[in-house]
């Protein structure tokens, strides 16, 4: 065994929990461990040191699973646990890198296609992001004439929504309409049928959706044989913020190690907040007694983030929740700023107050990358952005709009994706009808025509309109160039980029600007070593849109991050503001449907506070603009301090108001009766005569 120098910076439970089944002879295929414990209390740490303990005992590191939230934090713990590595055994003896970590969706699509042919799968089967499911439900639906029901059928979106809950949660489609959707129930028998369609046509469009990956991965995991030859692929599976699971995914854990034997989980049950995505944090609190004999159970007590006031107070804040397993944190970092609760007039004064403070931080040492703007949903921090951009203040943003969502990129991504599987239809329809004068009739019938033909010969034979003729003949001189691969990866995207170019022009009139994505994308594609991989990756987990991005910064320039809170899971910063600390925004309006939906919204805030390391803004604008009912155009709110803050805890903060001008014209003391008549002598000004 090599010496344990680079163990020596952690706790006691921590030692335990990396140490777990590791002996002296080597690392044995330990029992199933669990550990639970608070934000910033090392988990992650735990486990980065768990998988290079591994490895330096002799793991094969191509035999660890390691299944992370994001390909960020998987790229994180890689690097985490290489340094560690580095630092036991030296550079020289370098390991090989891990090969399979990433999300339980990215691997779920690896295995998938490695196991294709034996599950009746098309391997070069390409993955639907959720606007595409949509669609394509949206299709099946009209296709099947529920669209022209006289009460008004589910919107494309909400039968998503039912399909996805029923398959992530591994619920039942009544038990899902009566729970969480009972104004769709009536519609029971018309939505199994939509369903029953919605499956066929991805079958025989050989695409799947986000839930395909996890379901037919489950599915995998049942059938002896092929289930046998997964497990044994792996020796050693690794979960990060298990919390966030759904019960499809414990399935497959629990399919790729029964026994448990092999088996690392970590969460924070204080932190769960994808119940909205089916995520169940039973999964995490049933992990134990699902073995037999149970789990090895590792708690952690103490904070190695926050100050002890920002713990404090977040403690102060999950403490009021209605139920909690974890227990409160000490931290090692005693003294320190109370957290700040910021009372600005509108939002902007708290985009005033946030660049103010901000731009002190960085005059004072801290870079702009040390500091984060957290917020519960992408549109907040619109004026924000503005603002940076304004004031040339570089930023990246996460969580928001994501770069393949732009309708340009999507275009030159649907191309790809056509070009790999001619059979899927939503993609297909997007590529005919960028030709002028070709819509969404003309495009079914194209696609009509290619069903059990060769793609290039039915696209050749189609006579399209006068109008688009030349366009179609370019159309189909391109398709016969990709589905022949006449030019390597990713040579054949300047292919592409020829042929979308004046497509670009005429379609978008900031056309321009919008070339920095294309060259942006291409960029990406140049890192990938084949089409398939680039496009599953960027369905997968696709980059921050760049257009949220001032100038498009450098990796190694200093930039300030922009998070929605589910996007900061798992981060850190010196400083961290939290923006719209209202209800109506925490708890978000939607999220008031329930007490388990307030519940959720309650450990959001504690995320999104447990976030900080030194300083803890959280801003509370008392009017606020809202567009979200555009029909009924734009309104200002009167917005109050959110309930997660009551009264009872507000010793915890220290309590601003911004600008600092009007803390002083509130907190004067009121002398006793005025002693000028100022007004008086202004009326009097006139009366007297010789004005
Ligand atoms: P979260 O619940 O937010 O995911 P976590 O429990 O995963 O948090 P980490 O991110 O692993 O916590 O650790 C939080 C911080 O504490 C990191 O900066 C980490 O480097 C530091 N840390 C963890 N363990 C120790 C230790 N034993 N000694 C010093 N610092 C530590
Ligand atoms: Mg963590």
């Not at 190690?257 to 049933?286: E, S």
């Amino acid at each position: 065994m090599a010496g344990t120098d680079y163990l020596a910076t952690l706790n006691l439970e921590q030692r335990r929990a990396v140490e777990h089944g590791i002996t002296r002879s080597g690392v044995n295929i330990a029992g199933p461990l669990l550990v639970i414990a608070g934000a910033g209390s090392g988990k992650t740490n735990t486990l980065a040191h768990r998988v290079a303990h591994f490895i330096v005992n002799g793991a094969d590191p191509a035999r660890i699973l390691l299944l992370t939230f994001s390909r960020r934090a998987a790229a994180e713990m890689e690097r985490r646990a290489h340094a560690i590595i580095v630092a036991a055994v030296g550079p020289a003896n370098g390991h090989s890198p891990l090969l399979w970590s990433g999300t339980f969706h990215a691997v779920g699509a690896r295995l998938l296609r490695l196991y294709a042919a034996s599950i009746g799968l098309d391997p070069s089967f390409t993955i639907h992001d959720r606007e595409d499911s949509a669609d394509l439900l949206n299709l099946v639906r009209h296709d099947l004439g529920f669209s022209e029901k006289a009460k008004r059928f589910p919107l494309k979106a909400t039968c998503l929504a039912i399909y996805s809950r029923a398959v992530n949660a591994a619920e039942t489609l009544d038990t899902v309409l009566h729970r969480q959707f009972p104004w769709c129930a009536e519609w029971e028998g018309e939505l199994r049928l939509l369903f029953d369609a919605y499956v066929e046509a991805k079958q025989r469009q050989h695409v799947l959706d986000y839930d395909d990956l996890l379901l037919y991965w489950g599915e995998l995991m049942q059938v002896t044989d092929l289930a046998q030859e997964v497990r044994s692929l792996f020796d050693h599976v690794l979960v990060d913020e298990y919390q966030d699971t759904n019960a499809l995914q414990a399935a497959i854990l629990l399919g790729l190690k029964p026994d448990g034997a092999g088996l690392t989980v970590v969460g924070d049950d204080a932190q769960a907040i994808y119940g909205f995505r089916a995520a169940t944090v039973r999964n995490i609190l049933d992990f134990p007694g699902q073995f037999s004999p149970p789990a090895h159970l590792v708690t952690l007590e103490q904070n190695y983030r926050s100050t002890q006031p920002i713990l404090a107070a977040s403690n102060a804040i999950i403490g009021l929740a209605r139920e909690r397993f974890t227990k409160d944190l000490r931290s090692t970092r005693a003294s320190g700023e109370k957290p700040a609760l910021i009372s600005v007039q509108d939002e902007t004064g708290q985009v005033g107050c946030v660049v103010a403070t901000i731009l002190e931080n960085r005059e004072a040492g801290k870079t702009l990358k040390d500091q984060a703007v957290l917020f519960r949903t992408s549109h907040h921090s619109a004026m924000l952005e503005i603002e940076l951009a304004r004031r040339n203040i570089p930023f990246v943003k996460f969580g928001g709009l994501k770069f393949i969502e732009a309708a340009h990129v999507k275009d030159l991504v649907s191309i790809l994706r056509w070009a790999e599987n001619p059979q899927d239809r939503v993609t297909g329809f997007r590529v005919i009808q960028l030709l002028e004068g070709i819509g969404p009739s003309t495009a079914g019938k194209v696609l009509d025509r290619m069903e059990g033909r060769a793609p290039v010969d039915a696209l050749a034979a189609f006579r399209p309109p006068a109008k688009a003729a030349e366009q179609w003949r370019d159309l189909v001189d391109l398709m016969q160039h990709l589905y022949a691969g006449s030019s390597a990866w990713p040579a054949e995207l300047d292919k592409v980029r020829e042929w979308y170019g004046p497509h670009l022009e005429r379609r978008y009139p900031d056309a321009a600007v919008r070339v920095g994505d294309i060259e942006q994308l291409q960029r990406i594609a140049a890192g990938y070593a084949s089409r398939a991989k680039f496009l599953t990756d960027l369905t997968l987990d696709p980059p921050s849109a760049t257009s949220d991005e001032a100038g498009a910064p450098l990796r190694d320039e200093d930039y300030l991050i922009l998070s929605t809170i589910h996007s900061a899971k798992g981060q850190e910063w010196k400083s961290v503001f939290v923006l719209n600390v209202v209800d109506g925004c925490i708890p978000s309006d939607l999220g008031t449907g329930c007490s388990d939906d307030i519940e959720e919204e309650r450990r959001l805030l504690y995320v999104a506070m447990t976030r900080a390391k030194d300083q803890l803004n959280l801003m509370v604008p008392h009017r606020f603009y809202t567009h979200q009912q555009a029909k009924k155009g734009d309104k200002h709110l009167y917005a109050a301090r959110t309930r997660f803050i009551p009264s009872t805890v507000l010793g915890h903060f220290e309590q601003r108001i911004w600008p600092e001008v009007a803390r002083f014209a509130q907190t004067r003391p009121q002398a006793p009766g005025p002693s000028v008549d100022l007004g008086a002598r202004m009326r009097g000004m006139w009366r007297r005569t010789g004005n």
